[in-house]
């Protein structure tokens, strides 16, 4: 058995077991995004928490330039695997909450609830702030967040199984059991990763992820600290306005800063 945490023990087939991501769909929420609230399209994207990168190839297809920050090895591993040579992107290994550019950007995305992973309020507002830093003034930060009715009711304590098969046809099963403390506002994720072996034997790996419960008053509050002006939430790339039983939010804010002077 290989005990992991984080993303290392599923990275290999985090894409396969969620292949039903319509990431197309939601990189046109993007450009709708941009459309709607910039003069002209950003140039140059950060991807921030890319992962396997899927998000920041399907933007480098429409014609950005992008940067994919991440803090996982593994994940970042299978995100550089699978680009081409001539998207150009540029991979690295840094934290959500700390990272360091070059220079700033149009538009920051980050995808799938990644900042529910930041576990402490102050990890959030740093995150912000950091976010805001790199932005182009009037830059845009494009992301999600799993909403308090999905912890309570989705996530709870229930358990799931997701199952698909490799290249070679060999079963994968993955075990996911949920334990919410609502009191805490964390949720605990113990996953079982099972991948059949060419003699039919099975190999267990095994990693536990946490998530925590943000309301909305709190996210508004950080956002307008870090120096963001919100210009919209919605429950789906659809622009849909969030109801009671949203499952995620989505979250359109604008870097408001100072333009330097020429």
């Not at 993303?7 to 039903?20: C, F, G, M, T």
């Not at 890319?50 to 996982?72: F, N, P």
């Not at 079963?171 to 003699?199: H, R, T, V």
Request: aromatic letters at 12%.
């Amino acid at each position: 058995m290989n005990e992991a945490n984080g993303y290392s023990a599923i990275a290999h087939v985090y894409d396969r077991l969620n292949e039903e991501i319509d990431y197309s769909g939601w990189a046109d929420f993007f450009e709708a995004c941009f459309e709607k609230f910039l003069p002209s399209k950003p140039e140059l994207i950060l991807d921030l928490a890319c992962g396997t990168g899927r998000m920041t190839r399907e933007l480098a297809s429409r014609g950005y330039d992008m940067i994919g920050v991440d803090a996982s090895a593994e994940m970042l591993s299978e995100a550089t695997a699978k680009t081409l040579p001539e998207q150009h992107i540029l991979y690295l290994l840094q934290d959500m909450r700390a990272f360091e550019l070059y220079g700033t950007v149009g538009a920051v995305t980050c995808c799938l609830d990644s900042l529910n992973y930041l576990l402490r309020e102050e990890d959030l507002r740093t995150c912000f702030e950091t976010v805001h830093n790199y932005l182009d003034p009037d830059g845009l930060f494009l992301f999600d967040l799993n909403t308090p009715y999905k912890f309570k009711h989705i996530y709870g304590q229930n358990a799931y199984i997701l199952e698909d098969a490799d290249s070679d046809d060999r079963a994968i099963y993955c075990g996911w059991q949920n334990d919410y403390d609502e009191m805490s506002g964390i949720c605990s994720f113990d996953l079982s990763l099972f991948e059949e072996q060419a003699d039919g034997s099975y190999q267990r790996s095994d990693e536990h992820q946490e998530e925590r419960c943000y309301p909305m008053e709190t996210i508004q509050t950080l956002l307008k600290a870090a120096g963001f002006e919100l210009l919209g939430v919605w429950e789906n790339p659809k622009f849909t306005p969030p109801g009671d039983a949203a499952e995620r939010w989505y979250f359109c804010a604008r870097a408001i800063k100072p333009v330097n002077p020429l």
